[in-house]
C-alpha cells in the first residue's frame, strides 16, 4: 500500500484506525458477562490515569449507538499503556479471549511506538498480529477494519524504515493545537490565517529569549549544590565513585534530553545473560558537572522479572539477587526513557511506555 504513497502513521492507522473500535468492543463484552461493570473499568482507568499523572480522562458510553472509545490518538495510546493494570485488583482468568486480546494489543503497541527494534521484535511484531487477527474474527462478528490490513504489513515497513513512530504524525497534529487553541480562546475567526501566524511569530519570538531552547541543557527542578547536604550514606557512595566533586550538582528532578528525571525512576540497564530477566538502575540522584555538562546516574541495580502472562513487570525482591550501588554516564545507556514505578498490594510495577530494548541488534 505505501510503496507509491506516504509512509504509515501509526496515530491514523492504530490508535484512530483499529484500536479505538476494537478497545470499545472488547471492553463491552467484558461488562457484559459480568467480569466487571462500567463504574469499576471506567473508574479504574481514570484513577490509574491520576495516579501515573497522564492528563488524560476516558469516557466510556457503551450505548446502542456508540462504536468506538471517542478520544483523541495521543489519549487511545495512553488508555492501552495502562491495560496491564486494569485488572491487577481483580480475580481473573488470564486465558479468556478478550483479555488475550487486550494484551497483544499492548504488545503490539509497544513494539510498534518503540524507538529501538530488532529483527527479533518485528518477528514476535508480525506472530501477534496475526495471533491477534485470528482471535478478532473468531470471536467477534463485527467486520475487520481496513487499517487491520495496514497494520499488518508494518513488520515489512519498519524493516525497511525503521521504527515507524519516527513518522508518526502526532508531533504535528500537537503543534496544530497551538493554532486552534489561539482561536478558541480569542473566539477570533476573522482572517484566520493571519492571525494564527502572527501568534505563532510572538510565540516563536519569546521562546528565544527565554533560553537557549534549541541546545540539550539540564533543566534543574530538584537539587542540591553541596554533597554536605545529602545523607551521610549517600555522600560515603558518591565519594568511593569519585563523584564528590564541589563543581557537582546533585539533582533529585530535572529534565534532560527531553525526559524528565525524578528520584525514584527507573532506568533500563541490560538483559541477563540467559533473558529470564533484565536489569534496572532505580535513580537516586543525577549528578550533573556544569563545567563538562555530562551527567551521571547515580542509584541501585534491581532485577525486573517480565509476567509475560498478565503484560506486567515487577521488581524482584528475592534475596538471591540483593542491591548494589551503580555509577554510569547517562550516555551509556541503551534507552534513556525513564520507567515509572507503580505501586499496587505492596509490588512495585514498572510503567512503560514502549517494550523494553531488545537483547540483539537493534534495526
Known sequence: MFDLGAVPCVAHDLFEGWVNYDLFMIFKRIVKSGIVSRCYLQGRINSLFKQLKISTKIELNFTRKACNIKAKACDVWHLVQIIPFIFLKKDIN????????????????????????????????????EEYIELRTTHFKEALRPKHHYTLHYPRYILWLGPIISYCTLFCERKHCFFKRCIRTTINFKNVVKFSSEQHQYYQGLLNTQTERLKNNFLLEKYVESISSLPK??????????????????????????YTYSAGDYLFLRHDEYGEWFYVVKIKLLVLNPKTESVTVFGNELIAVNIFERGIIEISESNEHPEKLICLSIEDFVDRAPLLPFVESNKVYLFIKHSIPPTTESC
Open 233 to 258: 550514606s549517600s555522600q560515603t557512595a558518591l565519594h568511593e565513585f569519585c563523584l564528590d566533586n564541589d563543581q557537582n550538582v546533585f539533582v533529585e528532578q530535572g529534565t534532560f534530553m527531553g
Open 94 to 129: 488470564y486465558s479468556q479471549p478478550e483479555i488475550i486480546m487486550l494484551l497483544l494489543i499492548k504488545k503490539v503497541t509497544d513494539i510498534i511506538t518503540s524507538p529501538i527494534q530488532s529483527t527479533a521484535q518485528i518477528k514476535i511484531l508480525e506472530t501477534d498480529l
